[in-house]
């Protein structure tokens, strides 16, 4: 009815009278009435809840937009817009908005931050292409940057944009436009936008706004409308929907896709009660445990329709605006404007606080409405910036209460407007907008502020507070680029200094949280919060970094700043009550230290507060201040040092209590902590600025003075007096000296880390080069876990391009390594093992390896300090420390207790740090001497008389209690410096140290090289000891000798078998076949039982794990493949569509342990409940399981069977003579008395007619001597002393026949099926080829590069395959040989009316197998069990092989397709031209064109190449069916006419092809004429035409890929969701099999399966390739393979950096260029049916892929 009604008004419609409608109206100033009054009749009809998209989107054209555009251009729509772009200015802004998925380039070397970014249009024709880039994809919304002067430092337009610089000054395109046009469009703007916005907002369900509402009254029809949310999962929404609006799992599954898509969907249509029936039990379902409900409304359809066809309004306005610059323009003047009766709020406004309350796709139609239209304005986009900020804690407010992610919030603008310079400039300037931002933030922290310190519960993981960090991020955008000295004004520093002190404000309110006290009782019962505050810190830090960078860059700024950190300082101190002072006194020098300790009361490890000011402090001296000028005096007097020191200095003194183990009952929360404080992401704001803290406080305080407080701090005190002497080993000892040892490493980093510009005289390039020299001393890195070690700046930059090559080589990757960087080996020198970033695992690795380095290269074992960098002026006080009493009584003391016999203490640690500090006081000496300064005087302090530093040193030289020969060299270093300094101050007495210590250096070396000498000594007598015992030993057991092999016998290696004929000459098959003897007895030993048992027939039987699968890897088909469990496989397609691929990992076990092995898998897995059942990396319902020794996956095992010549004797061979002819023609007759034999019973099964007559029959038809001898062909000598199989190896037989035969054909076991033998053939052929295949594809001989896995896996496959017969019935293989013959005999089935197969439709290696092994059993006789039926490579096997090679060349003949012969003069060869009259002949049988100027060399040489792969196969089938040796040439490389004149040799085939034709008799003469000129033939020929595969098949390779990766990632960006209307498809996945696309893991493309609903990429796999599947997600950058149904694994992409790494997920953004060599192994990987091995593999390694839901990608 709606439908019909709906077109009748439709016919009614006149455009032409509504327009002059809308005229009238408009001239009175009332259009929006008359909009109204069409859209209240017109809306509705369109947009019908059940109207189909497409004639939607016509209609609506028709009757809404078309008459709206008319009135707008006031004549044809298309003419007048023409013209107005003709009025605009080139552009020089490109603009172009991302979809999702789509490249985006940002120049690391010109872009102002990472987020300005190119399209690739713009990128490839921009500079920036030949600098550092970084690519990545856009998760939609944002737009491309080309052409805004701000957003880079240079080349800011590319090829196309700069066409725009060549305009006049700026001009308002408004006043371009005709004046009535201007009217018009404000009003139509005006009354659009209005409505949109109106519409969008309204939020009452059954009426509509004044003018909308139709007469009379509404209908009863509404609609359940279900909205989205991020809370609620897909599976929550889809069950609740099955119940609610009682759907099928597929439509819940539709309606769950849209709402997720577009924000809301219509899950139910009718009347009120249904549909509020439905909502409710919608709301029930889903606030269930408390959680928040799915929103859902019960709405009127006509309000439906015209919030539709409002949202339908946005794009077209954004259509109509991007049409002109100056309707662009007059739009966002409009809808900016504040409205007279909407509290002043302008209309883009009320649709910007409204965001949280539209549906996902209504937010982003307007957020694109802003991009394209405000944003793209450069004057309009200020006016919008100010509106953004002066609404900006509402709109964070209400997105923090969203539930929606920040990519479809009207906040993530924020990125677009704050990272503009000089619009973020202009708004901190006239807004104040850090204040805005960091307020904003603070309102919300309100709420966890206990005592004016931020706590966070343990239990809190409110996504609430995560989303206030996106302000910090905001914050960090505002900051991102710095202003000059003259861009400061003095409002601009006002406002600054205003957002400073906000946060300021935040800082105080972290400083000191999440306190910790140490447990000494009992274990902590709960571990406490930790988290929330180290992630505030990482969203702080770069706005932190930001800060400071500001405030470096204005002096004003940055005394008002520091003056403010001092204040905010002392109102974070302690109260005075608790900062109690006592005296301190060592070695006469007395301090007033803070009583606190550390150990008993609380201690926070978060100071921002007194970082920020260390931050401060080191900007001072570029403004030529110190932290006494008179500019930052505050009032009340100044932060006493003593206090500033002591917050940084607990933090480092727990973090060396919980290094001695005083905190162990603490839990992990404290280490977790400390591990982050040291991280790499947080140590820059954190521990880096305690150590500068430190620093100053040692550049402020005596030396003394400080040398106190650190101690008292640590509680050394009394260890750093002489009397100190300890007892026993208990805790407190073991604490004392560990923190001792801390202790002094403190000092060390104290005084060795001047690598902060402003502490130290060094640039940041030093400082990178640094960090890198010492990350690479621990081991050669490669880029990606370089970077990783490095700090980032705001830009995400680490500098470590500009000097990687100053101090590393890179070594290029290979194909199994990424590229790494070696350091260079001058740069060892400046390595200090008490590196400040070092872990305690990085230094003790990064110490190893220089000491190895060293004694590699000979050199002594000392890793002395490299001499630091001078200390810049404000921290040049610092080296005093070094010289101060304090410092020189701790020296001697150490190395006092070092000399003593007997200390209890333990001070190697000890010792090896103050040689360290001695180190350095002599660098810091020497350069006091050069530089003329005479107050630093260590020298006269450490060379004192009595017991000084110098006496201990000397008196320690060869002491026994130094046992490290890294300490003994370095005390050595020690003493030589000293020495020199010394003689640089001309000290006579240092001459002759210098000679007593190179005198000890060399008696040091050569009792050195004495011991080596000795010890090499000592092993060279060990060694001939136990030479000479085992020469003995063999000596006294030769036997047992001669009857063991000394190598462990593999599956593959049978046994011994030689040959009695030479070498020279090697024959597999017929009379002149080599014979092959058995030496010695062929043994395996079971992997699960440990023994060696004999490889036999009649024994306990041995088996190999083994894995079959279904495969399409050699497919040459044109379609996809579709199991078909009916199918006959005894015939095996040319195209090989498809077959069945066995492999083994080649671990031998006995069937019985096996067995055992398997039911306690099975007993164990059926024991384990459903619910708790985990995917494993096998499926035991399958009957998969692994490899007990090396984990392979396998679901089968393959008998051993031992060699086939061991079945018969010589004595028991038969000469037999028939000639090629006589014996095809026996085989003709054999067939055709075998067909007809049965022709009359037509009642009977079809099967009957392949019923083979008695071979009596067939000898009466021959001469008395050809029947003789083909009598003799199956004249057999029955043994059964033999023969007899045991019960193990038939069962073992019949288990694997039977899982071939199931896996083959996806079918239930059926021991009694026709087809089961015929699966365990085709398996073995068809893994026959696949070998091949791989071998030719890394053109490598056919016998020289088999693996031992290979060579197992075919042995055992071939041997299986040929033994068969003795578990079948003889006359079902019968069947099968009459069969298989039929196929090759034309007319056999013609008088049965049957069409015979076609020759060209046939895969001849498949078919030479089966007929191999079927062919022995043809004549045998049935009542008795005869071995003999099994192929031994007689003379059957041999004219088998003539036939099937024949009927191959015949096939590569009719479809060869000749080419234009080139005109090269080439020698005559008769055997050539001679082939070439054949090749005529052959083809004109066969009604095809012969070329006239055909050059015969060519043919002959296409023909031999073509027949090669298999000739290659049949090699390797007939050496592991007979054992016999190949010959030596074909282990070895060979041209393509060697090669196939040697297997020739090697089959007993004429090594000329011609011959093949002519030499063999008129039997196969005729029978090739009935092939050629077969009409089945002609019939396939004519359909298939060229499609008809092509001689030799080529090996399948993988699609190819571009090389570059971002025009990979170009084409899949307009690849869509298949079944989402065009929707951009979040995980766009190709298969690298055929090169489809797909939309992996989206509930949107998920099919049923066999009953189970799986994803794209699963359902693929299924076609594509029968289970298996590999692919490439684009976006991901990651190759996924996947197997079954719930088996997968992720595999590195082929995509390499520069650097030869992968990038996942493209996170470092590096370009990427495809690797050929990771390409082939990928390959390599899928042809050699690896695939499911690597998945189990994977699976069994890496317990994180065990989670994921394979079937649903």
Not at 427 to 451: N, S
Request: glycine share 4%.
């Amino acid at each position: 009815m709606a439908q019909s009604f709906r077109s009748g008004q439709i016919q009614e419609f006149s455009s032409k009278a509504i327009i002059e409608d809308w005229v009238a109206h408009y001239k009175k100033g009332d259009l929006l009435s008359a909009l109204k009054k069409h859209w209240r009749k017109y809306v509705p009809q369109v947009y019908y809840t059940y109207s189909n998209p497409a004639k939607e989107e016509r209609v609506a054209r028709k009757l809404l937009f078309n008459p709206m555009e008319v009135f707008l251009c006031s004549g044809d729509p298309e003419d007048m817009f023409q013209q107005l772009k003709g009025l605009d200015r080139p552009s020089q802004i490109c603009g172009h908005v991302f979809k999702m998925g789509e490249p985006t380039y940002c120049c690391r070397d010109c872009a102002s931050d990472p987020t300005c970014v190119l399209c690739i249009e713009c990128f490839q024709k921009s500079a920036h292409r030949k600098h550092r880039y970084r690519m990545n994809t856009s998760g939609g919304g944002g737009y491309c940057d080309c052409g805004d002067t701000e957003a880079w430092k240079t080349e800011p337009f590319c090829e196309t944009h700069k066409q725009g610089l060549a305009q006049e000054e700026p001009v308002n395109p408004i006043e371009a436009l005709p004046d009535d046009l201007v009217d018009r469009a404000s009003t139509l703007f005006m009354s659009a936008m209005q409505y949109a916005v109106e519409l969008l907002t309204w939020e009452q369900h059954d009426s509509l706004p004044v003018g909308l509402q139709p007469e009379g009254e509404l209908p009863n029809t509404y609609v359940t409308m279900l909205f989205n949310d991020e809370v609620h999962t897909y599976e929550q929404v889809i069950n609740t929907l099955i119940v609610a609006v009682n759907c099928s799992q597929k439509e819940a599954t539709d309606f769950a896709t849209i709402v997720d898509r577009e924000g809301r969907s219509c899950v139910r249509t009718g009347q009120f009660e249904d549909c509020e029936k439905a909502r409710s039990v919608i709301e029930k379902n889903t606030s269930r445990h408390g959680s928040k409900p799915l929103r859902v409304h019960v709405m009127h359809t006509t309000v439906v329709a015209h919030q539709q066809f409002a949202l339908k309004l946005i794009p077209w306005l954004q259509s109509v605006i991007s049409r002109s610059d100056g309707l662009r323009r007059l739009f966002c003047i409009l809808t900016m404007k504040p409205q007279q009766n909407e509290m002043g709020l302008s209309l883009m406004e009320k649709i910007l606080l409204a965001d949280t309350q539209l549906w996902k796709v209504a937010r982003v139609q307007s957020h694109q409405l802003f991009m394209s239209g405000v944003l793209l304005d450069q004057e309009c986009k200020k006016q919008f910036a100010a509106m953004f900020t002066k609404q900006y804690a509402t709109l964070m407010k209400d997105f923090i209460q969203d539930d929606h992610y920040r990519s479809v919030s009207i906040t993530s603008i924020s990125v677009q407007i704050f990272t503009v310079p000089t619009l973020a400039r202009m708004l901190i300037e006239e807004h104040d907008l850090m204040t805005v931002i960091i307020k904003a933030f603070l309102e919300h922290c309100e709420g966890k502020l206990k005592d004016g310190r931020l706590v966070f519960d343990r239990n809190e993981r409110n996504q609430a507070f995560k989303r206030a960090w996106y302000m910090l991020y905001d914050l960090k955008y505002t900051l991102s680029c710095r202003p000059s000295a003259e861009e400061w004004t003095p409002k601009l520093r006002s406002n600054f200094l205003n957002g400073f002190n906000s946060l300021l404000e935040l800082l105080k309110a972290m400083q000191g949280m999440d306190a910790v006290t140490r447990q000494t009782g009992q274990h902590l019962v709960f571990e406490p919060e930790w988290e929330n505050a180290f992630n505030l810190q990482l969203k702080l830090r770069d706005n932190l970094a930001l800060v400071l960078d500001w405030c470096s860059s204005d002096k004003e700024v940055l005394i008002s700043a520091f003056r403010a950190t001092m204040k905010t300082l002392q109102s974070c101190k302690e109260k005075p009550e608790l900062l109690k002072k006592e005296k301190v006194t060592i070695v006469n020098r007395t301090a007033k230290c803070i009583k606190y300790d550390v150990a008993n009361q609380p201690v926070s490890i978060h100071t921002p507060v007194s970082r920020l000011m260390a931050g401060l402090f080191i900007q001072l001296e570029k403004f030529g201040l110190t932290y006494h000028s008179p500019e930052i005096y505050i009032n009340p007097a100044k932060l006493d040092a003593v206090e500033m020191l002591e917050a940084p200095l607990r933090v480092q003194v727990l973090i060396s209590q919980t290094q001695a183990g005083m905190w162990r009952r603490n839990g992990y929360s404290l280490l977790n902590q400390i591990f982050f404080y040291h991280n790499v992401k947080c140590r820059g704001e954190m521990y880096d600025r305690d150590i500068v803290m430190l620093q100053l406080g040692a550049a402020l305080l005596p030396s003394d003075e400080f040398m106190i407080h650190v101690l008292n701090k640590y509680n050394l005190i009394q260890w750093a007096r002489e009397l100190y002497e300890i007892g026993g080993q208990d805790d407190p000892v073991r604490h004392s000296e560990t923190l001792a040892e801390e202790f002094l490493s403190l000092l060390i980093i104290l005084l060795s880390e001047r690598y902060v510009p402003g502490v130290g005289k060094v640039t940041p390039e030093d400082v990178v080069e640094r960090e890198i020299i010492h990350q690479l001393c621990i081991t050669p890195m490669a880029h990606s876990e370089l970077v990783k070690t490095l700090p980032e700046d705001a830009n995400h930059e680490t500098g470590i391009e500009a000097v990687i090559h100053n101090v590393a080589d890179f070594k290029k990757p290979t194909e199994e390594q990424k590229g790494k960087f070696d350091l260079k080996p001058e740069c060892y020198s400046r390595y200090n093992p008490f590196f400040y970033h070092y872990s305690k695992s990085d230094q003790s690795k990064s110490e190893e390896a220089q000491l190895k380095r060293k004694k590699q290269a000979g050199l002594d074992q000392a890793l002395p300090p490299p001499e630091p960098p001078p200390f810049s002026l404000q921290f040049t006080p610092v080296i005093n420390l070094l010289e101060c009493d304090v410092m020189i009584q701790v020296m001697e003391v150490v190395l006092a207790r070092t000399q003593r016999q007997r200390s209890r203490s333990c001070p190697e640690g000890q010792f090896e740090r103050i040689l360290h500090l001695i180190g350095l006081a002599l660098h810091e000496q020497r350069r006091a001497i050069v530089d003329g300064n005479t107050e630093f005087d260590f020298l006269s302090k450490a060379t004192k008389r009595g017991k000084s530093i110098l006496y201990y040193l000397e008196t320690l030289v060869g002491d026994p209690n130094i046992t490290h020969d890294a300490q003994k060299d370095l005390l050595t270093w020690v003493l030589k410096t000293l020495a020199e300094v010394r003689q640089m101050k001309n000290e006579p007495v240092a001459m002759e140290t210098l000679e007593s210590l190179t005198t000890f250096d060399s008696k040091q070396q050569e009792e050195k090289k004495k011991k080596a000498a000795k010890a090499a000594k000592r092993r060279a007598k060990i060694m001939a000891q136990m030479s000479a015992m085992q020469k003995n030993f063999i000596k006294d057991n030769a036997e047992l000798f001669e009857e063991t092999s000394t190598d462990l016998p593999h599956a593959g290696s049978d046994m011994d078998i030689s040959e009695t004929a030479g070498p020279r000459c090697r024959v597999a098959l017929g009379p002149m076949q080599t014979p092959v003897q058995v030496t010695g007895v062929n043994k395996g030993m079971c992997i699960l039982c440990q023994e060696e048992q004999e490889i036999s027939f009649s024994g306990r039987a041995m088996v190999l794990s083994a894995f079959v699968h279904r495969s399409t890897v050699l497919s040459t088909a044109k379609s996809s493949v579709e199991c078909d469990e009916e199918r006959d496989p005894l015939l095996t397609p040319s195209t090989l569509p498809q077959g069945t691929h066995t492999s083994t990992c080649g671990h031998i076990m006995h069937a019985d342990c096996w067995q055992r092995l398997f039911d306690s898998i099975l007993a164990k897995e059926r024991r384990r409940p459903l619910r708790i059942r985990h995917h494993l990396s096998y499926d035991i319902d399958k009957l998969e399981f692994l490899c007990p020794l090396c984990e392979c996956l396998s679901n089968t095992v393959i008998p051993l069977v031992p060699p086939l010549a061991t079945l018969s004797s010589d004595s028991e061979r038969r000469e037999v003579d028939l000639s090629f002819n006589d014996w095809l023609d026996g085989i003709q007759k054999t067939v055709h008395a075998s067909i007809m034999a049965e022709r009359d019973k037509e009642s009977e099964e079809e099967s009957l007619l392949f019923q083979p007559c008695p071979i009596s029959t067939i000898t009466k038809m021959m001469a008395e001597s050809v029947a003789r001898n083909f009598q003799l062909l199956w004249e057999y000598v029955y043994d059964d002393a033999s023969g007899q199989f045991s019960e193990g190896m038939k069962d073992m037989l019949k288990k694997f026949t039977r899982d071939v035969y199931c896996v083959g054909l996806s079918v239930h076991p059926d021991d009694e099926n026709v087809r089961v033998p015929v699966l365990t053939w085709n398996t073995c052929a068809y893994t026959l080829l696949t070998v091949e295949q791989c071998l030719r594809e890394e053109q490598k001989p056919v016998f020289a590069a088999l693996s031992s896995r290979q060579t197992d896996c075919l042995d055992s496959l071939v041997k299986v395959s040929a033994v068969v017969s003795q578990i079948i019935s003889p006359d079902m293989i019968k069947r099968h040989c009459v069969r298989l013959l039929s196929a090759l005999i034309p007319d056999s089935l013609g008088k049965k009316r049957k069409e015979s197969q076609c020759l060209l439709e046939m895969d001849l290696f498949s078919y030479l197998t089966v007929l191999t092994m079927t062919l022995p059993s043809l004549h045998s006789d049935a009542q008795l069990f005869s071995i003999n039926t099994i192929p031994m490579g007689g003379l059957n096997d041999l004219h088998a092989l003539h036939l099937t090679l024949t009927a191959h060349l015949v096939q590569i003949i009719l479809q060869h397709q000749p080419t234009e012969g080139d005109s090269m003069e080439t020698e005559s060869d008769p055997q050539a031209e001679a082939f070439a009259q054949v090749y005529c002949k052959l083809r004109s049988q066969a009604g095809l064109p012969c070329v006239e100027d055909l050059i015969p060399w060519q043919v002959f040489h296409y023909v031999k190449e073509a027949c090669l792969p298999f000739l290659r196969s049949a090699a390797l089938l007939f050496h592991f069916l007979t054992g016999v040796p190949p010959p030596q040439e074909l282990m070895e490389p060979c041209s393509v006419s060697q090669e196939q004149v040697t297997i020739c040799g090697y089959l007993s085939l004429p090594t000329s092809l011609l011959s093949l034709f002519t030499e063999q008799g008129d039997v196969i003469t005729s029978l090739i004429s009935r092939w050629c000129s077969s009409p089945v033939l002609k019939a396939y020929m004519a359909k298939n035409g060229k499609d008809m595969p092509r001689y030799p098949l080529p090996v399948k390779q993988l699609v190819p890929l571009p090389h570059d990766y971002s025009d990979l990632i170009n084409q899949v960006s307009t690849f869509t969701c298949p079944k989402s209307e065009g929707d951009d498809s979040r995980a766009p996945t190709m298969c690298l099999v055929c090169g489809q696309m797909l939309c992996s893991q989206s509930y949107c493309c998920q099919t049923e399966l066999h009953g189970s609903t799986v994803g794209a990429a699963t359902a693929h796999t299924h076609s594509c390739g029968l289970g298996t599947g590999i692919f490439l997600r684009v976006r991901e950058c990651q190759i996924l393979l996947l197997f079954g149904k719930t088996k997968g694994c992720f595999f590195p992409s082929p995509y390499l950096d520069d650097y030869g790494e992968t990038d996942q997920g493209l996170r470092r953004g590096n370009p990427l260029k495809l690797s050929p060599e990771r390409y082939r192994k990928l390959h390599k990987l899928w042809l050699s049916h690896g695939i499911p091995e690597e998945i189990g593999h994977q699976l069994e390694s890496n317990n994180s892929l065990m989670g994921i839901e394979w079937q649903h990608l």
